[in-house]
């Protein structure tokens, strides 16, 4: 699994942990050319070397209250990538196995500002945590990958 470490200096999401992505420029034909193009211009994955499995459920987001269309692809092997560090301080390449340990995962229940509440979901991974956007693109993919889509990580229900 391929995550990035936002730059420090960024706007929105400074020093995270994420995906490659970003927003749909006005060139992009739809929004798989848009991931290709923002993991490229991010870390330098060459999108001839892409291969496209499907998506997840598009989100809105808690704090900038972006909407999010997360694409799941592969590439045959790991890919040899490097950090743009107008945007991105590291790349971090993630095991699966590290992602499904039990002790891994957290859920908490956050207010929102219009008083309701939302689910956020972190991982404690060696040297990060994986947070908001990023950690309920993963659980989800997690669950669809494990075939436990009505089962929350970790064993816990």
Known sequence: MVLTRRAVHMRRHAHEVS???GRRDPGDTDLWMTALR???EETGLDPATVTKIGSLDAFVTVG???LVHPFVAEVPGRPTLVAAPAEVDAIRYTPLDELLRPEVWREEIWPL????????TFFELTGDTVWGATGAMLRQLLALATNSPDRILGGQA
């Open 19 to 21: 995906f490659p992505g």
């Open 64 to 66: 900038s209250r972006t």
């Open 38 to 40: 923002e993991a490229h």
């Open 113 to 120: 500002a219009d008083d309701t509440e939302r689910a956020i």
